[in-house]
Structure formats: C-alpha cells, structure tokens
C-alpha cells in the first residue's frame, strides 16, 4: 500500500504527484477555456506550446528528484490537460480526498486512478456530491486547515469559483482535529489580474512560520488581518498585484528550508535568500500561462 500523510504545506517531502503536460490537447477554444488567464493568452496568440510545457515540467521533476522526492506522474488521458495536479485530489493528515471538480476538468481523474487504487481504502474520503473543492483551495497548516471558498451568490455566478461553503462545512466535519480557517476570495472570469483562481493563488505558507500574501485576493478585510496576525508582519512576504497575476504566491516547498520558484521572480527569490531560504530557481513561465505555477501542478501524497 502507498503511504501517504501530510500534515502542513513545508514539511520535508518525501512523494508527490507531478503533472504532465504531453497530448495535453493543444490550445482550447475560448468557450472550452475556465481561467480568464487562459484567455487572455488564446486572445492574443500566445497560449504555451506543448514542447515548452514538457520541457519546463522535465525540469522540475529533476529538482524534485535530486532532492530524494519520489515523482510519480499520472497516467496519460489523450487530449486533456493534466498539468494542474494539485486540484484533483489532496492528503490531509492520513486520509486521500476525493473532491468534486469543475465539470470540464473530470476526465483527470482517470490519470491518477492508478495511484489511489495503491491507496489503502480506509484511507480514501469521496466528497458528499452537493460539495466542491479543489486541492488548490486547501491548506493544511499544522493545527490549522486554510481553506479558500466562495459564497453562494459568488459560487453560482462565477465559473472560477471552484470550492462552495458546502465544501468547506465537509472538511471541517472530516477533520475535526483541525480549526478550519476559510477565507472568501476575489473573482473574476474575465480579469486575470483581479481573480483568486485558488487561495494559493494569493497565499502560501513557507518555512516554518512565514507566509507570501497578496491582500487583493482576499475579498473579506479581515481574513487579510488574520493571516497578517497570525504569522506577524515581519514574517510577511507582501506581494503586489502583478506579481500575483504572475503568480508569485504559487512557488513550491520541498522542505522548510528549499523552496522551488520561477527564475523571473527577482524580488522574490532574492527575498527569500536574505531570510534564509535555498531558492531552487526553475522555469515555468509558459505554464503560468494557463493561471497556475509550482504548487499548483503537485499533489503531495508524503511529507515527514
């Protein structure tokens, strides 16, 4: 049987599920596309080629596997896009949740099939069908659970609304050992740089007590200050609006000290260096494309 259990978002990482990005399908229609990131590079002519993806994919499994990370990539599905891996499914502690997906995005599911049937089945939680999560709203965070969602009203209007209060209420009913934290995000199906496709999108924990922040992405004053209290301002990365919409909050955690990141993420990456951090500088900018980056494309199955 696969072990798996993750308990934060830094631990040191022993497995994951890396996306890949071959016969990905090629550029979609603009009715097919669901991020306005998407669209905006169908648009204008330049939505990332499938060579390039697979190239910038190769070079983040090698990061990941000379750091000891055992790399396991899904099963290919002709003509779907499987690079986002974090979304379709996510460990919390010792059990594999099954979520419910966007619509368009369900035949993912078969790529991974392979890795949960090695799941012990105890261990594997199907969300109740009247609920939506997607793993890049999920954060555990030690004693914490972040979660990003949004409203009714916001859920039913908005197509990159992908996780519903129902959602939220489950995971706080599956892990009662957690307090879950859920914080409403800002959306927009037409304006990439003013839509929190995913909390990671606008938040992620580093290290052992630090955290990148976008405060534009969070549509409630106070879950911004919450977070700000929580980990303390001087332990804050604030990131500005177009560095969230080049997805900056989106690098990746190999352990509590690496950190994988985007080689044009300058300010950033030299930040994280003046705090201590090994920067494993990689490029994915053609990913960022399609309105994810590192984080996104990983599904953590076990961390220390």
Known sequence: MLKIYINNETSTLKSVVLGVAD??????????????????????????????????????????????VEVYRPSLVK?????????IGFVIDDKFVRPN?????????????????????GQLLKAPDDTRIEGGDVMPWNELL???YSNDEDFNKYEVARTNKAGVDYLHAQFPNREVK???????????????????CCFQPIGTNQAIIYRGGFKRPEDYQFLIHYFGKERIIEVDREEMYAMNSNVFSISPEVIVSEKSFVRLNDILRERGFQVEETGYMEIAKMEGLLRCSTLPLLRE
Do not use: W
Request: charged share 30%; net charge negative; proline share 5%.
């Open 146 to 148: 972040f979660v990003g």
């Open 182 to 200: 859920a914080f409403e995000l800002n959306k927009s199906d037409v304006d990439p740089k003013e839509n929190a496709l995913h909390l990671d």
């Open 23 to 68: 016969q990905f399908g090629g550029t979609p229609s603009l009715e097919a596309a669901y991020d306005p990131k998407s669209k905006e590079h169908i648009r204008n002519g330049k939505f990332p080629a499938e060579e390039d993806m697979i190239m910038e994919m190769t070079g983040f499994a090698r990061i990941l596997e000379r750091h000891g």
């Open 79 to 87: 003509d779907c896009n499987q690079i986002f891996s974090r979304d």
């Open 101 to 121: 997906i966007l619509e368009k995005r369900v035949r993912e599911l078969e790529g991974i099939q392979y890795i949960t049937d090695q799941i012990n089945p």
